[in-house]
């Protein structure tokens, strides 16, 4: 049973608008939760994290949104660009089970110009 | 050069033969980690490693060999390969509990 779900596969948004990719989790012994980018043919790479104490965390253009209650979070990327074309993973540990990740499926981001 | 690699990038092998994938990170991380990348489960953890001779099942080690007797090598060995392990596979490597991970490049094997 995936503890880490990203519903949606695929999204497709165009140049300038608002991008909101959501992800749900069952574990609530989670407590710190990430965000990774990755192109085709590369790792992922790190992109914006949130604590469990906190219910928003802003980089630039890059919003994390966490709602315990819900179980779920979601990153809002304004205004989406051609090149944040990807595929993004949401991530969760447990800080107390020790230095593990767990992904979801990943969400296929299209930005057409 | 400094970062995370991963060779070969590129495997093709048959059933029942033995595979090793290598991971070399330059950081000093102490934590290090092979995840594999399938359509629909994402990222999934094999094993890690907390330093040298520490090492730890994750989430689907089955089939899979590690060893790490230095703190910037993690191999990853596939004593006999079947065809389910096809896949993408990623290292990844870290501080510790908090800290970010940072991921190789992948490795595509494919198991004929």
Redesign the interface.
């Known amino acids: 049973d995936q503890q880490v779900k990203q519903n949606s596969p695929s999204l497709s948004v165009q140049e300038g608008r608002i991008s909101i990719l959501n992800c749900d989790y069952t574990n609530s012994m989670f407590d710190y939760f990430l965000w990774y980018k990755k192109y085709p043919a590369e790792g992922p790479t790190f992109l914006i994290s949130i604590s469990s104490i906190k219910d928003k965390n802003e980089d630039g253009r890059f919003t994390v949104f966490l709602n315990k209650s819900a179980k779920h979070l979601s990153l809002h990327i304004v205004p989406s660009q051609p090149g944040d074309s990807a595929v993004y993973f949401c991530a969760a540990s447990d800080n107390n089970a020790g230095n593990m990740l767990t992904f979801g499926g990943g969400t296929r981001l299209m930005v057409k110009p | 050069d400094a970062g995370?690699t991963q060779s070969p990038r590129y495997k093709i092998t048959e059933t029942g033969r033995q595979v090793t994938l290598m991971c070399h990170q330059t950081w000093s991380h102490s934590?290090m980690?092979w995840?594999r990348q399938d359509l629909?489960?994402?990222?999934?953890?094999i094993y890690?490693s907390?330093a040298a001779d520490i090492t730890d099942k994750?989430?689907v080690p089955d089939g899979y060999v590690v060893s790490r007797s230095k703190t910037e090598n993690f191999p990853l060995t596939l004593e006999s390969a079947t065809r389910s392990q096809t896949s993408v596979y990623?290292c990844?490597s870290?501080w510790?509990?908090?800290?970010?991970?940072?991921?190789?490049?992948?490795t595509r094997l494919l198991v004929l």
Not at chain 2, 40 to 45: A, D, I
Not at chain 2, 96 to 106: A, D, I, R, V
């Open positions: 995370i934590y980690f995840y629909g489960h994402g990222l999934r953890l890690y907390a994750g989430e990623f990844a870290n510790g509990l908090g800290e970010t991970q940072y991921f190789g490049p992948g």
